[in-house]
């Protein structure tokens, strides 16, 4: 068997593994990056590419300060104390140091503060209205040249020279109610016919991000495997010294001097894990993590006595299960005002804005797989869906799917999708006499600054409107996710840990292969990437002889 010899070898080339790539070569060190996907960049390409990482550079130029014990003062209430302080201080302490070495390597690494996009629970001691997450700036992905056609594809298909970044898309959203959103709109257009006349390609999000990660590992030579996938751990005298590669068909031998960082995805697409682990509920739902993102790394990290923790747990998302099987998340869609989401009682079980995790959990205890998003003509009119401009109509393939539904009446609506009419008629006559005193009384809908984000900033209360201008539509919406949140357990400087808590030397972990920071919960827009980044860059550190 082929053997090479590098320092640091690192599995997964998502936003987790390239940041611990880049901090290993800013600090002297050979590493390897090996990917078992022909894409490089994972679930971080396919996602909103924020990332939240406070008191960085980015936020602070913006007026956006924090101090530590803030951060984890806010990050202990969320987590229900359930996540080690240690590993909260740690991670609140280097996202600063982490973006101001990315700065200062790279030209590339351009970010900009989300304005405005709350917290996910703002009101939470220390949590922030204003938010704590940023995101990379815009990229032409001609840059990357041979590069451009590995980076991983999204499922979610858009025109060549269209992009925006999220602030735009949520202007944008508006386009029949603000002023704001109808120039965002004019804005868009010309610039996706400057784009196209001049032979950009730019994009945003996590597209973005990955394409700027890309070309700072180009610009330092940093190697880069593609189809190379782990097939295990080289474990001696009580370490971890390297890992066998399937490089291409070929075995190869990776000797890691200073250790190995699995940095790859969850089981998002395992069956037999997800039916394992996740509640009964939410096994078979539809995940929106890189379909190559199949729990490789379970296996291999328990031979090893690993431990594994938050295993029952995902980056939950309601979604619309799309004619093509792919998952659309409902991010926006749940904020709008002449809308309510009832299960299969015909009765509200929580607030319709609140944040996806927060949304499904309510879901799964309520004990509904599929619930329904009933809305009135005035709010197809006004307001996006699943990518539908306000507007315009529901696909004829969405009906004839049984993903929508349309009646004249309430009570027609209910006899349609099967729930009890005078249920269903109760819930929003309820809800407009709410709606009439601007408070939803029963579960705060609106309260929050995270609910007003994507609510329409014309009304009193953002996310509260009358119910009742037929004809009616009801979108089925089932559990999705984003991908899975547990795996190996590891300390504050990303070690791995096995079944009785001692350290597994030379083993790291960071990304969806590790139980989040997060917890059961999720702190803002970037939850899943700024950790991912943060703990990369720390186990780069300590496997180069860093400790605090």
């Not at 900009?112 to 204003?130: F, L, Q, V």
Request: glycine residues 10%; aromatic residues 8%.
């Amino acid at each position: 068997m082929k053997q090479i010899q590098t320092d640091f070898l690192i599995v997964g080339s998502g936003s987790g593994g390239m940041t611990a790539a880049i901090t290993a070569h800013e600090l002297g060190m050979n590493t390897i990056v090996v990917e078992k996907s022909p894409y490089y960049g994972g679930s971080s390409a396919m996602s909103g590419g924020a990332v939240w990482a406070p008191n960085n550079p980015v936020l602070k130029r913006n007026g956006i300060t924090d101090s530590v014990e803030d951060i984890v003062t806010y990050m202990k209430a969320i987590t229900n104390n359930e996540v080690e302080e240690s590993k909260i201080v740690m991670y609140a302490e280097q996202g600063q140091v982490l973006f101001e070495m990315l700065e200062k390597k790279s030209g590339f690494m351009k970010f900009s503060y989300c304005n405005g996009y709350s917290d996910y629970h703002p009101e939470a001691p220390k949590g922030r209205p204003e938010g704590r997450s940023i995101e990379a700036d815009p990229f032409n992905l001609n840059e990357l040249k041979e590069d451009k056609a590995l980076l991983h594809p999204t499922d979610i298909a858009v025109p060549k020279g269209v992009f925006l970044t999220g602030k735009e898309f949520n202007e944008m959203a508006m386009m029949m109610r603000t002023w704001k959103g109808f120039t965002r709109v004019m804005k868009l257009s010309v610039r996706t016919v400057g784009n196209l006349i001049r032979g950009k390609d730019t994009t945003a999000l996590g597209l973005a991000l990955m394409g700027r990660l890309r070309m700072v590992l180009k610009e330092n030579k940093i190697p880069l495997w593609l189809n190379s996938p782990l097939e295990e751990l080289i474990y001696v005298d009580h370490k971890v010294v390297g890992a066998i590669v399937n490089k291409g068909g070929e075995k190869v031998q990776i000797n890691a001097s200073k250790g190995v960082l699995l940095a790859m995805g969850g089981f998002d697409h395992n069956k037999l894990l997800r039916k394992t682990y996740l509640p009964t509920i939410a096994q078979d739902v539809f995940s929106s993590g890189a379909i190559e993102n199949l729990g490789d790394a379970v296996a291999i990290v328990e031979k090893l006595d690993a431990k594994l923790e938050l295993m029952d747990e995902a980056w939950w998302m309601p979604a619309v299960q799309l004619p093509n099987k792919t998952m659309f998340p409902l991010v926006s869609e749940r904020a709008i005002p002449r809308s309510i989401i009832v299960g299969g009682d015909g009765k509200r079980f929580t607030n319709e804005s609140s944040p996806y995790v927060t949304f499904v959990h309510d879901q799964i205890k309520a004990g509904w797989k599929t619930v329904w998003q009933i809305l009135d003509k005035k709010a197809v009119n006004r307001y996006m869906y699943a990518g539908k401009p306000p507007g315009v109509p529901f696909s004829k393939l969405w009906y004839k799917e049984g993903i929508v539904f349309k009646a004249n009446t309430i009570q027609e609506l209910a006899e349609k999708i099967n729930i009890d009419a005078t249920s269903l008629g109760h819930t929003v006559a309820e809800f407009n006499e709410m709606v009439k005193k601007g408070k939803d009384e029963l579960f705060q809908r609106g309260d929050s600054a995270y609910d007003k984000y994507y609510g329409d900033p014309t009304l009193t209360n953002p996310v509260l409107d009358h119910l009742n201008k037929g004809p009616y539509y009801a979108v089925k919406l089932r559990i999705g996710d984003l991908g899975t949140k547990g795996g190996i357990k590891a300390n504050e400087y990303g070690q791995g840990l096995n079944t009785k808590g001692a350290v597994i030397n030379g083993l790291y972990a960071t990304g969806n292969v590790a139980a989040s920071v997060m917890g059961r919960d999720y702190a803002g827009a970037g939850g899943t990437i700024g950790p991912a980044m943060i703990f990369g860059y720390v186990a780069a550190k300590h496997a180069n002889g860093w400790e605090k």
